[in-house]
Nanobody, 120 residues
Framework: EVQLVESGGGLVQAGGSLRLSCAAS????????IGWFRQAPGKEREGVSC????????YYADSVKGRFTISSDNAKKTVYLQMNSLKPEDTAVYYC?????????????WGQGTQVTVSS
């Protein structure tokens, strides 16, 4: 059974940091791209960052470049999203998704999400 379990969300003041984790199981981790996505109330889900487990290549949305860092521990089958200099507009439910390599990080599988709230 494919599982993606996010953790690490919470409430933080603007300017603060959080690290999200996405623990994967039930599929071949090294042939997938793992992405982080977020959905704020009343808005569509948007892509935040993505990493290829095969070659480590990364993608970041312009809104988070320079503030967020995605990384992968293939041995632990876990992807992290280090979020620094958080802003109130980063408030959202953050989801991780697993996508087949070469699919532009469009997930086949989703986690349940973790809430990130940034207070001003």
């Amino acid at each position: 059974e494919v599982q993606l379990v996010e953790s690490g969300g919470g409430l933080v003041q603007a300017g603060g940091s959080l690290r999200l984790s996405c623990a994967a199981s039930g599929f071949s981790f090294d042939v997938y791209e793992i992405g982080w996505f977020r959905q704020a109330p009343g808005k569509e889900r948007e892509g935040v960052s993505c990493i290829s487990s095969s070659d480590g290549s990364t993608y970041y949305a312009d809104s988070v470049k320079g503030r967020f860092t995605i990384s992968s521990d293939n041995a632990k089958k876990t992807v992290y999203l280090q979020m620094n200099s958080l802003k109130p507009e980063d408030t959202a439910v953050y989801y991780c998704g697993a996508a087949t390599l070469g699919s532009s990080c469009l997930p086949d599988y989703w986690g349940q999400g973790t809430q990130v709230t940034v207070s001003s």
